[in-house]
């Protein structure tokens, strides 16, 4: 079945490829995988979501796809829903509906094959898939600087795949396996040595995909000037696969690795949360705004691995935390991404030099934007709270007060000084968009019709639901 | 069926297409490039049927001399395929591209002697053909020389074309020269060891005194062969021969004759190679070097290039480095890993898949976009976006992208050199595909993001260059997600 919920949208892109209406077969594939992805939260366990294909004898090597655990599930979630948002958001250019629906596609296919793919190889690959249509999407129909932007993106993301590739050969080489499972089950005790550079290798190439500072300048230029749905789809969900990565592969795999680089990790992420937080505090466009404050996000997530890698097999409360952030960091910058786009389609601009008042011509643009920003925030009863409550406890699990702050626990406390950022640029952002004065782009601007609510009304019930019964993911997890 | 019939059908194919250009009107030759095609299709199909004197050991044909100097085994016959797959496609290429052969050789509207340009490569073909059977380095030399002598002609084909006069005058010095090294060379093997034949050739370095004379000899061999392969320090000629020689034959020489440059220094080597060996660990050290400069070099002098003709040929360069790596991590192979020569003979097939895939798109640029430079490509994805796309794929693959063949042949060969801990040809192996990340994605870039030039027209594909691209990229997929095929091939 999870096959079926990986090759549904390739299906669905040669369908349109051959000549299908690109909306309408873009749509009815990402609800059937939407359906299909509740489907298997609601019943993780049942065998039927196995599927494996061997495809090489020497080395071994299996098209297989499995639920590991709660965590590839809810990513497996997390893709399908914001799959469905971004097909439903935005409007493709004249006579270009192929291109639009079809990367919006295979990112889609891309990320859930690699969240759902038992083995190495294809879990690698998958993630691959998706970013070529990526590049292209960013460069043939983005806005802005577009050239300079997707040429940015493919270089610095074919160099983090380089490296990762380095680092997860080297991997595969020393545990004599690509599958996933047998490899996790296996615990082969790696050499340290080779667990440093493995480590190394796999923190570089995974922070570069997910915006580790300093390789993060890729990123808020590519979604300023990305398409909607690409923005949402590789902002939401794309960025997640590096993330995933690192809690699948390096914290059980490599304990003593990640300890060797815990100090630089905790000053790299804390370049993330503060440097970055600095920089989009002083942002004049929305679109770029919304793009760094993703960047400064991971950087929560990369404190909740900070965390785990500490105190190896101990903390509990870490990972969780970790998973439960991704998804709501995914669906809350997917919603942004996604109400971004109306505000430049009803008003023209996302500088907010000519904007201002807006929430009196589109009420409901400006009420579930103001959710969305409340999210990012992490106000209480959006799913981002629990996230982010989560990952500074998990920092101070296992804390002896007589023994004095450890790094994870200074930089926690640092990074507490982020929620103070976010909270200054979000709401300055939505006061300079929204509030004041209407000026002459917003007086006459149109509010959300129907179709363009729809989207984000699914975004804003998920992180409601998960945000009021964080237990909905958590029993995942158990 | 005995093996060699093979060779001598292909020679006798080719025969047979002299004389057809010889009696043969001058208005259109395109049929003589047909006839080759169907001919090369049926050596194809007989390949199946050919056997070694091992399967019939009492019938009168496998007591023959013959066999002294020429085998059949699995490897033979794979690179036999190879070499006659190759010559289909470089066939099929030059008919959609006889209207530059005809410009440049005779006056246009006449075909005359363009036929000769369907006849040369098969007799090309038997010279790879007889080096992929290579069993004594003196019958090796003449296959060898069979297949150079035969470059010669086919580089310099467009008489009146300035620049392929140039590569031929080049390609024919520097390959005298690399001839030379070969000869002097095996003399001095033979020297060494007292035996020419590769077979004796174990038995007779685990007496050699001083292995010294031996290593000079060696060095010598591989030389020449590295200039076949295009191998650094001996890979001067090629940017400029590639980019003069008419694109059928740039086309050929980069796959075909790399191809059979390999199988030759497998052959070669294997001897040197084996545990018993006593030069295992120099013959090692030197294709190690050979490797990381080659990866170097053809990675990072391809990055400025703006001729998209030239471009590849540097991408060859670099493909010949990750191919010397996986030499230089020499492994037999085992339940986990795919030892060296499949991962070379792999490598090698999917080279021949995206790269003649690319070129039937070069030469469809450069007879309707009178250029072969990656400007040229500009606005490919709105002036032929289904070509954009295949054109997409094949550099996708080329570059080694997941999902395509061309990733999992550089898979191989870093599963081969992480495993014998080749460091430094990992970390160059590594730089080196990030760099072919940026020169090909360079012209994706240009299809898709910049606008077509003012003048410039839909780009229509004749018929056998769209099914042969249609092919080559489908095959560029399949065998990145399926690669047992090729595999199964090799047993």
Redesign the interface.
Known sequence: MLALLVFLPVLAFLAILCGAPARLTAIAASVVNLALGIAAAAAPKAACWAFSVPVLATPKLNLAFGLIDGMSVILILLSVIVTLAAVLSGKAPEGREKLWYGSSLLISAGAIGAFAATDLFFFYAFHELALIPTFLMIGILGRGDRRDAAWKITIYLGFGSIVLLAGLVWLASVTGTFDLVKMLADKTAIDPAAQKGIAALLLVGFGTLVSLFPFHSWAAPAYASAPAPVAMLHSGVLKKFGLYGLLRLAIPLLPDGMQVWLTPLLVLLLGNILWVGLVTVSQKRLDLLLGNSSVMHMGYIFLAIAALAAVPGGNTIALPAAVILMFAHGISIALQFSLADNIEKSTGSLDFADLGGLAKATPALAFLFGIGAMASIGLPGLANFSGEVMVFLSAFKNYDPSAGLGPVQIACILALWGVVISAVYMLRAYRNVFQGPAVAATESAADLSFADRLPALLLVIALFAVGLYPNLLLSLLK | MPAYYLEALTVTLGLILLMAEAFSTNRSKAWIGGLAAAGLAAVIALLFFAVGPDAKPDAAWSKWAVWTFYQFDGLARFYKGFALVTTLFVVLLSIDFRSILARFTDHPGSESGTGEFYALPVFACAGMMWMASAKDLAGAFVALELVTITFYILVAFLRRNVGSLEAGVKYLILGALSTGFLVYGIAWIYGATGTMSLAALPQAIAHVQSPAFLLFGIALVMVALGFKVGAVPMQAWIPDVYQGAPTPTTAFLSVGSKAAGFILLIRFLTPFLAETSPVRGQVLALLAVLACATLIFGNLAAIPQTNFKRLLAYSSIAHAGFLLLALAAWTP??????GSVNAVSFYLATYLIMTLGAFFVLGQIRIQADGERIEDFNGL?KRNPLLALAM?VLL?ALAG???TAG?LGK?FV??LA??QGLWWG?GLG?VA??AG??YY?KT??AM??QPAAADAKALVLPPVTKACVAVLTIASLVFG????PI?ALLQ
């Open positions: 192979g085992d339940a986990n890993l795919l994805g997409t996708a992208v997941p999902l990733f898979f870093f599963s992480v495993k990992v590594f595909a990030a990340f940026y994605f994706i870039r898709w993001w997600l399926w690669p047992q595999l």
